[in-house]
């Protein structure tokens, strides 16, 4: 990609609020691309670790007000919702804007009512892990992983392009999703599977787990690696993505009430007729 806007690097100063696994990435790999990192923190271990390890040069306390700031917000969903009006002073003085969320429509509707919507674009890499925390950060996170970047009304083709500019720097590819459809496609595709996953955790701490433990398979391990995920976040995207995902729940539990229908009647034939359609749909996304 052409670089039109981070092409002089010493004339940007990147500001990313919130150094855990994404924000520590995002730093890390802006830092060994030789652009000046700043960070906004609360773990002052954390931030003090990322500063002798030189991924950053200091805080907010370091702008310098000569150089564009480009601002990365790398925060739980609701924790910037409820911390929007803190970091205004920073949202004004920025060239460009953007955030790292699963959920799109409260903080799209926060951008509309401060009059940002020019400068602060939706993004969200598609790049987690369940090992959450700036100390299971890795500057390679987003290479070859997809972006989706949604515009809305009253975005600047600048801020477009600085957008596609920065996930580039990181190694990541881009792709244009509306913001109500991202809610509803990630609310099937990332929020409900975490939530089976936390389900069968759930149910498998009611049993007797010492009985169990010694008995588990790669298929359960894989199935329930999510479960290890952050509470914290998970609650607030379920909280935030929760009409969608009220939706996708009631659909699965229809399909696993249609499987419980076919063992109740001691149906084979149908039981194995649906589960061959469901694995030639499995076999299909592969591709």
Not at 70 to 78: E, G, N, Q, S, Y
Not at 100 to 118: A, D, G, H, R
Request: proline share 2%; net charge positive; with cysteine.
């Amino acid at each position: 990609m052409k670089k039109t806007f981070l092409k002089n690097k010493k004339n940007i100063q990147f500001l990313i609020i919130g150094l855990g696994l994404i924000g520590g990435s995002v730093a890390k790999r802006l830092s060994k691309n030789g652009f000046e990192v700043l960070a906004i923190e609360k773990s002052k271990s954390h931030l003090n670790y990322a500063k002798k390890s030189k991924i950053i040069i200091g805080s907010s306390e370091k702008i310098d007000s000569t150089k564009k700031l480009f601002v990365i917000v790398a925060l739980p969903p609701k924790v910037i919702i409820n911390n929007f009006d803190k970091y205004l002073d920073f949202f004004h003085k920025a060239d460009f804007i953007t955030d790292c969320t699963s959920v799109k429509k409260s903080l799209l509707n926060k951008i509309k009512k401060n009059k940002l919507e020019s400068k602060f674009i939706l993004s969200h890499p598609i790049a987690g892990s369940e090992k959450s925390g700036f100390l299971n950060s890795n500057q390679d996170l987003f290479t070859d992983k997809i972006t989706t970047i949604s515009k809305h009304e009253g975005l600047s083709i600048p801020t477009l392009q600085k957008c596609k500019e920065f996930w580039f720097e990181l190694g990541s590819k881009t792709h244009n999703l509306d913001p109500k459809l991202h809610d509803k496609i990630f609310s099937l595709t990332s929020h409900l599977p975490h939530v089976v996953a936390f389900s069968l955790i759930s149910l498998f701490s009611k049993r007797n787990t010492s009985e169990y433990k010694k008995f588990i398979g790669g298929g359960l391990k894989d199935f329930t690696r999510i479960a290890e995920s952050d509470p914290v976040m998970w609650e607030n995207i379920f909280s935030l993505n929760k009409n969608n995902l009220l939706k996708d729940i009631n659909e699965i539990e229809k399909e696993i009430n249609k499987i419980k229908t076919f063992i109740l009647q001691d149906n084979g034939r149908k039981l194995k007729e649906h589960l061959k359609k469901i694995k030639k749909t499995k076999e299909s996304l592969n591709r």
